[in-house]
């Protein structure tokens, strides 16, 4: 079973959204990055640009997450700034992923598709991220380490 997942991360200027891998700078607050996470699987809207936040700290929970979900737990976490919560409950094969903003909104994946490309794309973030905020090196680099062990264990 194949899964489709579609990944994007933004940055949020004024009204307008960047896609991240594009944005060079400057940030105007390296403690606060405004921007947004679009997030699809097998069609299913989980996430959107309304649901926007702080880019880098959803991204380092969710680093985190993923690796806890790649040894068999289940992980729960909040958005950074607002009451979206989202949910990965690990199965045999499976990871439901559930987002509850307003309503809940759920699918069942694979798991290993699902932490490849999350894993995948997070690395790259914030590979990204030390390029346009050196002072989250360290912080990005805990986050790293996260996705190069699920990385190691799925390639």
Known sequence: MNSYISIKSYVKCGKVYIDF??????????DYIDGALELSVNGVNLIDKSMYDYIDDLWSYLAEGLSIVSKGQAFK???????????????????????????????????????IAMAEHAKKFFEHLKLIVPSSDKSSELSISYLNDILMKRH
């Open 21 to 30: 891998f594009d944005f060079t700078g400057p940030v105007k607050d390296p």
């Open 77 to 115: 976490t909040y958005f950074p700034d607002q009451p979206i919560e989202v949910n990965l409950v690990p199965d045999k094969n499976t990871i439901l992923v559930s987002v509850n903003c307003d309503a809940e909104v759920k699918v069942s994946v694979n798991k290993d598709d699902f932490l």
